[in-house]
């Protein structure tokens, strides 16, 4: 809406200013428009940063990722292994994960937010499939449960604890041009 009133505006108020010289905004003014904006509550801004989280995560992008988590994560994983804790730790972990499947996809359903001030938790059920080196389909079904703090203006994860409730693994689907048995 703001842009279209802009365009509409920018005809009348050039021929008002024709002899007056043109200013673009500054980068303070253009600040103060950002700040004075309405805030988004902080149920959407936990929401929002879990869903842009798993984005990062799905893709790989490490470094957006982190801005997402503490630099003293504790991550409890669906495996039977220790805790994995730091923000260091994490990320050797996930690369190892990741060199052995490509494609991975994972999608969230079933969310529920709790924010106390400037802590939060978040949880959700996960669907996460992908190909495992050597060409089988991996699926896991679990389920996540976050804990977040604000420390400045921003959500951070201090703990991800994550279970598996199913897991599958299926050959890759045979070629369509390949003969079935019991066909000819």
Do not use: C
Not at 32 to 45: E, F, G, T
Not at 121 to 133: D, G, I, K, P, R
């Amino acid at each position: 809406m703001f842009l279209a009133l802009a365009l509409v505006a920018t005809p009348a108020a050039a021929q008002k200013n024709k002899n007056k010289k043109t200013t673009t905004p500054s980068t303070d003014t253009q600040t103060d428009l950002r700040s004075a904006m309405p805030a988004v509550p902080d149920s959407q801004a936990v929401d929002q940063a879990v869903g842009e989280m798993l984005g990062y995560w799905q893709i790989g992008d490490i470094d957006s990722l982190h801005k997402y988590y503490s630099d003293d994560v504790v991550m409890v994983s669906g495996a039977w292994e220790p805790p994995v804790i730091g923000w260091d730790n994490f990320v050797k972990a996930y690369q190892a994960q990741r060199s052995s499947v490509t494609g991975g996809r994972i999608e969230r359903s079933n969310t529920y937010l709790k924010v106390n001030g400037s802590s939060a938790w978040a949880t959700y059920q996960f669907l996460y499939v992908a190909m495992a080196n050597g060409g089988k389909i991996v699926q896991f079904h679990g389920h996540t449960s976050l804990v977040l703090n604000k420390p400045g203006d921003r959500w951070v994860i201090v703990l991800n604890h994550s279970s598996i409730v199913d897991s599958t693994t299926s050959s890759p689907a045979p070629p369509a041009d390949s003969a079935q048995p019991g066909r000819p």
